[in-house]
């Protein structure tokens, strides 16, 4: 059995697949049909500063290979986070990664000093909506990602910030270093595409919102690229996500730059993905007699 200990920005990880944000919720639930001690880590629901119910239905919708979401970040706030979520977690030993989310820059930095200490690492959700910028994500203009990331950072002396980015934008290398420039620790990409479904008897969107968040098996190929292409525009370390439903996509990331990985979909049509994802990097690296997880990283050699 290879190493799977991975670590990132001096936080401990048994292994490098993590729950993704939104996908997970707090844990409690998949934690009915597993252990999630065996995972490496989890991201939190997307937690704002106030609780929030999110937006109308219907808000997800099925196409082919992917999934599309408008949940709209539904979630108790941060107080009942910290008093009702974090202990579960805490308890259940895996990495906490509290990911949060604002309608202010000010929100951002709020929260962040509320997390300080408490969550391992904190990750930014950069893709919503701003108000201050006329309803525009901060994650779209590289000026507006170092703002955020530099403020947000302020209010963290403890913890590590990890910057989610999304792949909405014209440069994700310009971006990523945006990212880094404002202080972050570490990036996590990519966030889902905007995508749309159309119901044609009724000739309208079939989520409430018109458009959603696109995710799952079908994104992968361009989350690899992004991925890859973050990768060797920053210094600091990847996270890489989108669309990985086994082993063998978790080592595809790694090997384009990835430390780790985080899984989101692929737990909704099996709830076991996760422990399969790690019982297939093992396996991956046994048959290829690889001690070390961390000796596939950064090893893609282009044509």
Known sequence: MANLQVEICGVKFKNPVIAASGTFGFGREYNLLYDISVLGG???KGTTIEPRQGNPVPRIAEGSSVILNAVGLQNPGVEHFIKEDLPFLRKKGTVVIANVAGKTLEDYGEI????????DMVELNIS???????GM????RPENICEVTKISKKGLSKTPLIVKLSPNVESISTNARAAEDGGADCISLINTLTGMVIDIERRKPIIANNTGGVSGAGIKPIAVRMVYEASHAVKIPVIGMGGITSGEDAIEFMMAGARAVQVGTANFSNGNAMPEIISGIDSWLDRHNIK???E???????N
Do not use: E, K, Q
């Open 42 to 44: 989890v991201s939190t």
């Open 292 to 294: 070390d997880v961390n």
């Open 137 to 140: 994500a901060l994650g779209i």
């Open 112 to 119: 962040c000093a509320r997390l300080d200490g408490l969550a």
């Open 128 to 134: 919503c909506p701003n108000v201050h910028a006329g």
């Open 296 to 302: 596939i990283v950064n090893t893609l050699t282009l």
